[in-house]
């Protein structure tokens, strides 16, 4: 329910969002896939240094709703790829 920066280098193709929780603190970031291919995603974590696992739900160019096997992230970045023309949520808890 707070807002926080999140930009993309190449918007017409990705898209992304982000907000922390007030109640838990956990960051949610919303990656939109325009394209048809998958795209490999990096996410800069500011903040969240640590290491932890992200929970992923994904809304598929199929109009599924899934929820793939969770993220890992390390170092402050999570990497993962998203597939093309999705809506893909990653959850990290604080």
């Known amino acids: 329910d707070i807002s ?3 930009g993309v ?7 992304a969002f982000a907000a922390v929780r ?7 970031v ?9 795209t490999p995603v990096t996410l ?10 992200a929970a992923v ?7 599924m709703i899934l929820h ?5 992230w390390t170092g402050g970045k999570l990497k993962a790829t998203v ?3 999705s809506v893909t949520l990653f959850v990290l808890p604080r």
């Open 22 to 28: 007030s109640a838990g603190g956990a960051l949610t």
């Open 4 to 6: 926080v920066k999140a």
């Open 44 to 53: 800069n974590l500011g903040h969240f240094t640590a290491k932890g696992s």
């Open 30 to 38: 919303m990656v939109i896939n325009k394209v048809a291919g998958a």
């Open 57 to 63: 739900y994904r809304l598929t160019a199929a109009n």
């Open 68 to 72: 793939p096997a969770n993220v890992a």
């Open 83 to 85: 597939p093309g023309q």
């Open 9 to 15: 280098p190449q918007p017409d193709t990705l898209s």
